[in-house]
């Protein structure tokens, strides 16, 4: 819907009151200087949306980073950038499960390090509580393909097929 201009310019307020008409055909009279004589109300408001859109995001990157220093975001990104950062499925100690065999297995996660220029997972195989297999290698990548967060992910991908080791 296309709509023209209401305000013709200049209009003074005679008695110099603080809140007049004047004053509102002024302040509507900039809003259509910035809008130009014709203006679609309809694109007027998918720019709000987008506008309302872009706060919600802002936001929520906000909440995310609002405690952390510029100087180490900016520290972190240029890292991601250059190829320096590692994002680890798990922190040292911590449990995931893997397909082996037909079977889901809980691992516990012994470390990470870096040999022979790649990235590296040490980790133990257990079965009932006890270890069934320890000191396992396996290069990072790999290991965050095939191994899952939850138990009940790897139940899932196991019945749909999914097993990637044998």
Same mark, same amino acid.
């Given at each position: 819907?296309?709509?023209?201009?209401? $305000?013709?310019?200049?209009?003074?307020?005679?008695?110099?009151?603080?809140?007049?008409? %004047?004053?509102?055909?002024?302040?509507?009279?900039?809003?259509? *200087?910035?809008?130009?004589?014709?203006?679609?109300?309809?694109?007027?408001?998918?720019?709000?949306?987008?506008?309302? $859109?872009?706060?919600?995001?802002? %936001?929520?990157?906000?909440?995310?980073?609002?405690?952390?220093?510029?100087?180490?975001?900016?520290?972190?990104?240029?890292? *991601?950038?250059?190829?320096?950062?590692?994002?680890?499925?798990?922190?040292?100690?911590?449990?995931?499960?893997?397909?082996?065999?037909?079977?889901?297995?809980?691992?516990?996660?012994?470390?990470?390090?870096?040999?022979?220029?790649?990235?590296?997972?040490?980790?133990?195989?257990?079965?009932?509580?006890?270890?069934?297999? %320890?000191?396992?290698?396996?290069?990072?990548?790999?290991? $965050?393909?095939?191994?899952?967060? $939850?138990?009940?992910?790897?139940?899932? %991908?196991?019945?749909?097929?999914? *097993?990637?080791?044998?």
């Amino acid at each position: 819907m296309i709509v023209k201009r209401l $305000t013709i310019k200049p209009v003074h307020d005679p008695t110099g009151r603080q809140f007049s008409w %004047a004053l509102c055909h002024e302040r509507l009279s900039s809003i259509e *200087d910035i809008l130009g004589d014709d203006y679609d109300l309809d694109q007027l408001s998918v720019l709000v949306n987008q506008r309302m $859109t872009m706060r919600e995001d802002v %936001a929520a990157r906000m909440k995310l980073v609002g405690g952390i220093p510029l100087d180490r975001l900016r520290e972190l990104v240029e890292a *991601d950038q250059e190829g320096r950062c590692v994002v680890l499925p798990c922190k040292t100690g911590g449990h995931m499960f893997e397909i082996f065999c037909g079977k889901v297995w809980e691992i516990i996660v012994c470390g990470f390090s870096i040999r022979n220029k790649r990235e590296v997972v040490d980790y133990m195989r257990m079965h009932g509580g006890y270890v069934q297999c %320890a000191a396992i290698e396996m290069d990072l990548d790999l290991f $965050t393909r095939e191994m899952y967060k $939850t138990r009940e992910a790897a139940e899932a %991908a196991l019945k749909r097929g999914q *097993d990637g080791r044998n």
